[in-house]
């Protein structure tokens, strides 16, 4: 199987580490032998139609900032899209960032992959939060799969749950906390009697926040994520205008207060109902005994299935490792489903 990797940070440079340490494993177990042939990051790309040397290509990164840098085969030259269309390799793994408002440049390199016939694993919200049903349908016509399990819970299998596990229920509702960085700032209101401000700049310390920390405590990541999980498990085809959207800026420690008083506390919640338009993010009072009333950066979603009943996922929603773990899951199942090695 060969990849052509759009974007070179934590996660896709995660990929390329467990690609290399797992290698044995993934042909021993699966048969599978992945080749990155190309790698593209803001400062150039790196091109072996014969597989490129995955830890010379790290080392270079690391040392240059840029895979440009690289080598004999690295080269200034960044358009993704030309390198998507010429380089010969079953899929493009898209790991740009998320960008909420345009979807770019996301959206043109899943879209370039898709109509050249090559699959597409993502990591990035954007193109699916604004457009998931017409890049499915793009998928379709073009007969390549789409595969996203990294958007929603990092490396927890949340996506794959709802879709796989409960293929033979009706899912009815799904619930939870989607968003780590919320998840930690109102735990430390709740624990220490913070105010918002001050939460946000221990998360922003920690390294939690996005970049544009707005994606976060506005509700947006969260939304983008609930956008891309009615598409996927509810059947709905829909975009992040449709969901309602409120963010954790007016909570109060008074707030917190108020809900420890009721025996619980404020969540950012993230739901999908049963009615058409039951779709949102908000900051919800959750029972302390709830088992989703959890702490720290951890995501927890419950699902509410006709037959089943509740079901409760929990696990990290972030991180390079994690989420990589996602994209190789994807990987596997195009693998399986293509018999490419
Ligand atoms: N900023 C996101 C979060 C990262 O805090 O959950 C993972 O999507």
Redesign the pocket.
Known sequence: MRLILVGFGVVARSLTDILTVRKQELLERYGMHPRVVAIVDKGGSVLNPKGLDLDEVRRVKSEFGTVAETPEYGSKRTSAVAIIDEVDAEVVVEATPTNLETGEPGMTHIETALKAGRHVVTVN?GPLALALPALMEMAAYNCAYLRFSG?VG?GTPILDFGRKCLTSDKILSIEGI???????MLTEMDKLGLTFEEALKAAQEKG???ANPA??VDGW??AA?VTIMANWLTGREITLKDVSVKGIRDVKPADLKNAAKQGGAVKLIGRIGDGEDDISVAPTLVKRDDPICIGG?L?AVRFHSEFAGNEIIIGK??GGPE?ASAVLRDLLEIRERMSVN
């Open positions: 919200k958007t990092g989607l968003n780590g960085t919320t998840n930690y939690y926040a996005e994606l976060d990541d969260a994520k950066t995501n929603g972030a989420t």
